[in-house]
């Protein structure tokens, strides 16, 4: 099992557990998360989300040889299906992120309502490095986050970053330690069983549909940007120097 489903007291919880791959996330993972989404937001029984990696590591982002054997066609992919089910989410969704979030495991991160992570916490979106664009409306949220300038930095030169300029730049809420983060955001997340759920989801929805419409055509701009790049010399050569474990040679692109 890599992605383990589960709800206990009014919380639904995805915990990505693959860790003999660092947490690195397939079509099958992104699917059964995609289901448990839409599951977690049909329970009338459900009051919040909680998304979890495995201790020391949220995920190191797409399994690329995965990615490569059988690359997202269309909006019914099960990585676009992930998305869109986390950017319809009518419920709370609480992020707990410990180690590296690496790629998708930052992007994620822009559509959850509250994020939570670890002193220990390296996020990056070196898509740029892989000769690909950004995901998931990145390129549409971060600048709006942080300003171009700041944005360039994670997204051109894709430069890691830690917790605590996840918190300064507005991705995350608070850095805990690590052995605090998952308990902290459940604890936020079981806040919602004593909370109004009309109340909590029409407010939601106040706070998200002004930029519903925008961050889904960002998604769909982006995906087919993205998915010409997964065919250009430029990614061929990330690819191959990530499995060959070297640095990728650009210079001979123009």
Known sequence: MTIKSYTVNGVATL????????????????????????????DPAVRAVLITGQPGIFTSGNDLEDFMSAPPRGEDAPVFQFMHALVDSGKPVVAAVTGAAI????????????VFVADDARLAMPFVGLGLVPEFASSHVVPQLMGNRRAAEKLLLGDPFTGEQAVECGIANRVLPGSE?????????ERFNTLAPGAVRESKKLIRDPQRAAVKEAIAREAEIFGARLRSPEAMEAFQAFFQKRAPDFTKFS
């Open 181 to 189: 983060v998952v308990n902290h955001a459940r604890r936020i997340a």
């Open 15 to 42: 915990e990505i557990a693959r860790p003999e791959k660092k947490n690195a996330i397939t079509q099958g993972m992104y699917q059964a998360m995609a289901d448990a989404l839409r599951a977690a937001d049909a």
């Open 103 to 114: 790629g998708i495991g930052t992007t994620m991160l822009l559509h959850c309502d509250l």
